[in-house]
């Protein structure tokens, strides 16, 4: 399954706001998984002196991770197809 990366702007944000942010990624996309909308929230890196964060997500396309993360409410500025290196 491809996997895209959603890039967030999100200056002034707390790590106790970043932290829920997260928690309601991982949520939302375990929800739409149990709706039979598969998606998979795979994780985060933040730059704290930018206040930019990206995060990955598995899912069919992009508009299956704009659906997730409009429904969590988490801003972001652009969603882009990517390739997860991280070694095996």
Same mark, same amino acid.
């Given at each position: 399954?491809?996997?895209?990366?959603?890039?967030?702007?999100?200056?002034?944000?707390?790590?106790?706001?970043? $932290?829920?942010?997260? !928690? %309601? %990624?991982?949520?939302?996309? +375990?929800?739409?998984?149990?709706? $039979?909308?598969?998606? !998979?929230?795979i +994780?985060?890196?933040?730059?704290?002196?930018? %206040?930019?964060?990206?995060?990955?997500?598995?899912?069919?396309?992009?508009?299956?991770?704009?659906?997730?993360?409009?429904?969590?409410?988490?801003?972001?500025?652009?969603?882009?197809? %990517?390739y997860?290196?991280?070694?095996?």
């Amino acid at each position: 399954m491809p996997v895209y990366m959603v890039d967030r702007d999100l200056p002034g944000i707390s790590m106790e706001e970043l $932290g829920a942010a997260q !928690r %309601a %990624a991982i949520d939302t996309s +375990r929800a739409f998984s149990a709706a $039979g909308k598969p998606v !998979r929230y795979i +994780r985060s890196t933040f730059v704290p002196g930018e %206040a930019h964060c990206m995060c990955l997500f598995e899912a069919p396309d992009a508009d299956r991770v704009k659906q997730v993360n409009e429904q969590a409410q988490i801003p972001f500025t652009r969603i882009s197809e %990517a390739y997860d290196l991280t070694p095996a």
